[in-house]
């Protein structure tokens, strides 16, 4: 439900922030991709999903993918500054 999506992407920034790995990693992107794709999340949610998804694959090891969704997330919001500055340290970083 739309409804409950920032709560449950805020559960697995937190495994994100555990140092989520494996499974556990595949559970935040599924979350996060579930999330991007309901009908009727608001644009800031969908740029957390983004946001969320970027931090997994930056954890996953995939630069190129990472880089996508950050610019996805800054899109949807780009007034917010930690959107931006994950965005702005995957750019620096090169594929």
Same mark, same amino acid.
């Given at each position: 439900?739309?409804?409950?999506?920032?709560?449950?992407?805020?559960?697995?920034?937190?495994?994100?922030?555990?140092?989520?790995?494996?499974?556990?990693?595949?559970?935040?992107?599924?979350?996060?991709?579930? %999330?991007? =794709?309901? $009908?009727?999340?608001? #644009?800031?949610?969908? +740029?957390?999903? @983004?946001?969320?998804? &970027?931090?997994?694959? %930056?954890? =996953?090891? $995939?630069?190129?993918? #990472?880089?996508?969704? +950050?610019?996805? @997330?800054?899109?949807? &919001?780009?007034?917010?500054?930690?959107?931006?500055?994950?965005?702005?340290?995957?750019?620096?970083?090169?594929?």
């Amino acid at each position: 439900r739309p409804e409950d999506s920032e709560a449950a992407l805020d559960r697995q920034v937190n495994r994100l922030l555990d140092g989520a790995g494996g499974t556990a990693l595949e559970a935040v992107r599924d979350t996060a991709q579930l %999330v991007w =794709g309901l $009908d009727g999340v608001e #644009a800031r949610t969908r +740029a957390q999903a @983004a946001f969320v998804m &970027a931090q997994a694959e %930056v954890m =996953g090891g $995939d630069s190129r993918a #990472a880089l996508l969704w +950050a610019e996805r @997330a800054v899109e949807l &919001a780009p007034t917010n500054d930690g959107y931006r500055r994950l965005l702005t340290d995957l750019r620096g970083s090169g594929p």
